[in-house]
T-cell receptor, first 110, second 122 residues
Framework: QSALTQPASVSGSPGQSITISCTGT?????????VSWYQQHPGKAPKLMIYEVTKRPSGISNRFSGSKSGNTASLTISGLQADDEADYYC??????????FGGGTKLTVL | EVQLVESGGGLVQPGGSLRLSCAASGFSFSSYTINWVRQAPGKGLECVAVISGSGGTTYYADSVKGRFTISRDNSKNTLYLQMNSLRDEDTAVYYCAKDSWGFGSSGCFDPWGQGTLVTVSS
């Protein structure tokens, strides 16, 4: 099972919006509304930011939003803040097996 | 508070074995699938093993199939990962993560433990 495809890096200035894409196939992203996004700061465990494509867990800022079109899911962060600088991973259900993760995107806040 | 705490990591020689544990608290342990996810140094996340709440269904990544065994003791609220025939490429931080489902793996993992480092080297 191949990893989902994410850009290696994205950047933006404080207050701006950025979008991170996550491209899979019709066997994972395209076939299920079960895409999650994780934020990981250096040396820390991943933190759930978005699940089931668009849903935010309790306590997650509404600056984080998710969407999906076909085989590509996206994470948008609006009103960028310094603390948003981290690695972001997408993840998709892929049937009766281990889930598949994206390769990760490093977000730099300029 | 829902919490997962891993233990058992360390340095092991290639070909050796190690057993990781993940102690859970703050939720009905037997009702949820738990996943082991690893992260090699400087690399991304990889799901390596999944076990349903009852323990009756397991999944493995192809990279560890036949070498790793996931199990759970619901009476002790503890998850295990037995790792045999370890290779250099198994070096990683290993996380356990609670799924939102009780059967199968949804990809919605919350929370994660703090991770335990496994280093395979001679």
């Amino acid at each position: 099972q191949s990893a989902l495809t994410q850009p290696a890096s994205v950047s933006g200035s404080p207050g701006q919006s950025i979008t991170i894409s996550c491209t899979g196939t019709s066997s994972d992203v395209g076939n299920y509304n079960l895409v999650s996004w994780y934020q990981q700061h250096p040396g820390k465990a991943p933190k759930l930011m978005i699940y089931e494509v668009t849903k935010r867990p309790s306590g997650i800022s509404n600056r984080f939003s998710g969407s999906k079109s076909g085989n590509t899911a996206s994470l948008t962060i609006s009103g960028l803040q310094a603390d948003d600088e981290a690695d972001y991973y997408c993840c998709s259900y892929a049937g009766s097996r281990c889930v598949v993760f994206g390769g990760g995107t490093k977000l730099t806040v300029l | 508070e829902v919490q997962l705490v891993e233990s058992g990591g360390g340095l092991v020689q290639p070909g050796g074995s190690l057993r990781l544990s993940c102690a859970a608290s703050g939720f009905s342990f037997s009702s949820y699938t738990i996943n082991w996810v690893r992260q090699a140094p400087g690399k991304g996340l990889e799901c390596v093993a999944v076990i349903s709440g009852s323990g009756g269904t397991t999944y493995y990544a192809d990279s560890v199939k036949g070498r790793f065994t996931i199990s759970r003791d619901n009476s002790k609220n503890t998850l295990y990962l037995q790792m045999n025939s370890l290779r250099d490429e198994d070096t990683a931080v290993y996380y356990c993560a609670k799924d939102s489902w009780g059967f199968g793996s949804s990809g919605c993992f919350d929370p994660w433990g703090q991770g335990t480092l496994v280093t395979v080297s001679s």
